[in-house]
């Protein structure tokens, strides 16, 4: 079974940074891309970056680009979104997300992890 | 960016009853197109992927319709099970990808 499993959240300072981390098991990590989704409180759903199965490819919204990275690391089959100058607009819950590819659908989501950026 | 918008916000059916979820985009995503189910305090789980094929385990009273810009999720014979805000995405064009805003689904 596909499992995704996030850690590293919390609360943080406007400014600061964390670094959230997804464990995957149960398919193949370097054949799918995977992607991190936000929804803020009581808010919809918020795509934030993508990367592919390899690792060398990736994209972000504009709302994080140039403050946050997704990366891979296929040795370990671990997702990680690095997050920096957070602002109070990023507090939200953050999904771990399977894709089949680049044109698919999210088949399989983590159970999420909030972040919170308050003083 | 393609703008997905979702209509009605919000709808309240009886159970039994059918309920039909509309979705549009502000550009055509051809059947590029799923749709997520969420209850309070779950992540999503998909439903409907390329606008009309059901998931993996989910039910045939959940179906899907649509091309180009129109979309439309419809749900049979209502549960109370069924009572969750429902989002549509596309992903036909990207960076990025675009969800709409929900609409929540009350059974009465």
């Known amino acids: 079974d596909v499992q995704l499993v996030e850690s590293g959240g919390g609360l943080v300072q406007p400014g600061g940074s964390l670094r959230l981390s997804c464990a995957a098991s149960?398919?193949?990590?370097?054949?799918?891309?995977m992607s991190w989704v936000r929804q803020g409180p009581g808010k919809g759903l918020e795509w934030v970056s993508a990367?592919?199965?390899?690792?060398?490819?990736?994209y972000s919204a504009d709302s994080v680009k140039g403050r946050f990275t997704i990366s891979k690391d296929i040795s370990t089959n671990t997702l990680y979104l690095q997050m920096n100058s957070l602002r109070a607009e990023d507090t939200a819950v953050y999904y771990c997300?399977?894709?089949?590819?680049?044109?698919?659908?999210?088949?399989?989501w983590g159970q999420g992890i909030p972040v919170t950026v308050s003083s | 960016e393609i703008v997905m918008t979702q209509s009605p916000a919000t709808s309240s059916v009886s159970p039994g009853e059918r309920v039909t979820l509309s979705c549009r985009a502000s550009?055509?995503?051809?059947?590029?197109l799923a749709w997520y189910q969420q209850k309070p305090g779950q992540a999503p789980r998909l439903l409907i992927y390329?606008?009309?094929t059901r998931a993996t385990g989910i039910p045939a009273r959940f179906s899907g319709s649509g091309s180009g810009t129109e979309f439309t999720l419809t749900i049979t014979s209502l549960q109370s099970e069924d009572s969750a805000v429902y989002y549509c995405?596309?992903?036909?064009?990207?960076?990025?990808?675009?969800f709409g805003q929900g609409t929540k689904l009350e059974i009465k």
């Open positions: 997300a399977k894709m089949g590819g680049w044109y698919e659908p999210i088949d399989y």
């Open positions: 149960g398919f193949t990590f370097t054949n799918y891309a």
């Open positions: 990367v592919s199965g390899s690792g060398g490819s990736s």
């Open positions: 550009q055509s995503v051809n059947t590029k």
């Open positions: 390329d606008a009309s």
């Open positions: 995405q596309q992903y036909n064009k990207w960076p990025p990808y675009t």
